[in-house]
């Protein structure tokens, strides 16, 4: 009995990996032995003493098969004693496996393996928000939060979580950031001094800057006389952190009702919304595009940042142009499927 408890222990301790090349190949020697006591039994075949030693040890019996011989039957108690308890102690590493896979990606500390994702930094309402936003825009689109929180804070199949400094190359490494589609850094509501808040969103930026210039990045800025600093680190984007919030207020307050278009185009989960779109070869001209989406039903409105175009529909689009319509989702998706 203390042999058997000495064996077992050492099981126990046993790699992973050992413990399932080793279960093979018992399994696999079972077989072969079972065969060589009673090749009759087994029809002259091996698989069937294959198939018998599986039954066996995971405690099927079907009966079969059975083994007749003295030898062979004492075979058969030896893996009722040794292969069921093997298997079991597999089967329970298998299941361990699976639960502490589990129990790191809810702490966030595997590292995602996907590519053309969104990051987002800071884990807060907005932030919530935005993952919301993204997955209601696009079903395929995975997203992988980055905050030094130790728990998943957004339960969703095609939400990843990374816990830790973002500011460290090991997380940002771990957020495959090098791989990612865009990057959107997001004040960190737990500061209250303000210019600490930029000062770390600061520091984020420029450490994607370093590791990964290539990746869009987006940041939420408190003071807006801080821009100028972030302008340093190649920044795509700035967002004031209550800028639009003031503003469309101020809108609701001076025309009455207009409230819901800005809305719409702030969401993409309900009414139009702006989406860009790949200009046609035959389009030579805005008044072309506008036209031909006009009859589409999508309304073209911009030409990158470039809001003046209906007053310059003559003009020639240019090879380099980035077309901006709204329309529909039910029209977008029409577009889209024209190879727009």
Do not use: C
């Amino acid at each position: 009995m203390h042999i058997i408890r000495k064996l077992s222990m050492k099981l126990i301790r046993l790699k992973s990996i050992f413990l399932l090349f080793g279960t093979i190949g018992f399994v696999l020697a079972s077989a072969s032995i079972i065969y060589l006591i009673e090749p009759v039994t087994f029809k002259e075949r091996w698989f069937n003493a294959f198939y018998w030693v599986m039954t066996t040890i995971a405690t099927v019996g079907y009966g079969d098969f059975y083994p007749t011989t003295v030898p062979g039957k004492a075979f058969a108690m030896f893996l009722y004693v040794f292969g069921i308890g093997l298997l079991s102690l597999v089967i329970g590493k298998i299941i361990d496996y699976f639960v502490e896979i589990h129990r790191k990606r809810e702490a966030g500390l595997l590292k995602y393996q996907g590519n053309q994702h969104i990051i987002l930094i800071n884990w807060s309402k907005k932030a919530k928000l935005a993952a919301e936003e993204i997955l209601s825009t696009d079903e395929d689109i995975e997203i992988v939060i980055v905050d030094d929180s130790d728990k998943h804070p957004f339960d969703h199949p095609k939400v990843f979580f990374v816990s830790g400094d973002p500011t460290s190359v090991d997380t940002l490494e771990n957020a495959s950031v090098h791989k990612a589609r865009a990057a959107i850094i997001f004040s960190d509501s737990r500061i209250d001094d303000t210019s600490l808040v930029d000062g770390k969103s600061l520091l984020i930026a420029s450490s994607i800057e370093k590791h990964a210039p290539e990746v869009h990045t987006t940041v939420e800025i408190v003071l807006e006389k801080h821009i100028q600093n972030f302008r340093h680190v190649k920044v795509n984007e700035f967002v004031l952190s209550y800028d639009a919030v003031s503003r469309l207020a101020v809108r609701a307050a001076l025309h009455e009702g207009n409230i819901e278009i800005f809305t719409q185009l702030l969401s993409r989960q309900d009414g139009d919304d702006m989406f860009a779109i790949k200009a046609d070869a035959a389009w030579k001209t805005y008044g072309d595009a506008f036209q031909a989406l006009l009859l589409k039903g999508a309304t073209l409105i911009a030409d990158g940042s470039d809001m003046g175009i209906n007053r310059k529909l003559n003009a020639a689009i240019p090879a380099d142009a980035r077309l901006y319509v709204i329309a529909d989702k039910e029209t977008i998706t029409a577009l889209r499927q024209e190879g727009r």
